[in-house]
């Protein structure tokens, strides 16, 4: 069963990015990129970004 981690080794400030990348089995370019898209339309995904660092755990 996959468990939704912050990465160790894919990370650029927190590694979350990283981990929803892994968790998804995606390329971790694309989350970042969806990521700056959502912050850059409104703040959202900032807010997202800090809430995801504070509740996803580090395995």
């Not at 970042?32 to 409104?42: F, K, N, Y």
Request: charged letters at 15%.
């Amino acid at each position: 069963m996959k468990k939704l981690c912050k990465s160790q080794t894919d990370k650029k400030l927190l590694g979350v990015c990283g981990g929803v990348a892994e968790y998804l089995e995606v390329d971790a370019t694309m989350v970042r990129l969806a990521w700056a898209i959502l912050t850059l339309l409104g703040g959202s995904g900032f807010i997202i970004y800090i809430i995801a660092a504070v509740l996803i755990p580090y395995c």
